[in-house]
């Protein structure tokens, strides 16, 4: 299998409302197909996840469902942010303490990201090669891996050449 990008850069052109419409309604596809329930809340956490192609941390998620919703507590979002997680439809980025919404929703897959240092937008791989040499090289320390999370930091397109644009000014 080929490498393949899961979820882009947004871009000036990118429909964002498009986007978040098509995960939740592949969210309420996986579901149904499944027979678990999609909750209103489950979607709305869903919903804020996906609002940026940046990830988001559970209190920030927490603070904007209590603008929508009176008695909105840290372990309903916590519960509906566990939910989206074992079914695939969100990933939690480590070392940000932070969620993304899965690119390919309730397919099981390690998850490569790039995150950009200067404004933390996120893309996700998902390469298979990548994932069967992580695997390959644990088995040689004697280690069974259960589950990756591969995370790197740089600088997004749209960084990059904000920073080239000011070199540029200053020489």
């Known amino acids: 299998m080929q490498a393949e990008v899961l979820s882009r850069f947004r ?5 964002h409302r498009r986007c978040v419409e098509d ?10 197909e499944r ?22 941390r559970a209190y920030d998620v927490l603070a ?45 897959h390690a998850g490569q ?14 390469d298979p090669a990548i994932s069967r040499m992580v695997t390959k090289k644990a088995r040689t320390l004697g280690f069974s891996a259960d589950r990756q999370t591969i995370e790197v930091t740089g600088l997004c397109p749209a960084c990059r050449a904000g920073k080239e644009i000011a070199r540029a000014r200053r020489a």
């Open 23 to 32: 995960a939740l309604s592949a969210a309420e596809r996986l579901c149904a």
């Open 11 to 15: 871009r000036e052109r990118h429909d």
């Open 113 to 126: 990201f790039l995150i950009c240092r200067a404004c933390q937008a996120t893309a996700e791989l998902d």
């Open 64 to 108: 904007r469902l209590a603008r929508d919703r009176r008695g909105a507590a840290p372990p309903t979002v916590y519960r509906a942010l566990d939910f989206l997680l074992e079914n695939g439809l969100v990933h939690r980025i480590e070392s940000l303490n932070a969620y993304v919404g899965c690119g390919e929703p309730g397919a099981m």
């Open 35 to 56: 027979g678990l329930r999609f909750t209103e809340l489950r979607r709305r956490v869903l919903e804020l996840v996906w609002r940026g192609h940046r990830p988001v």
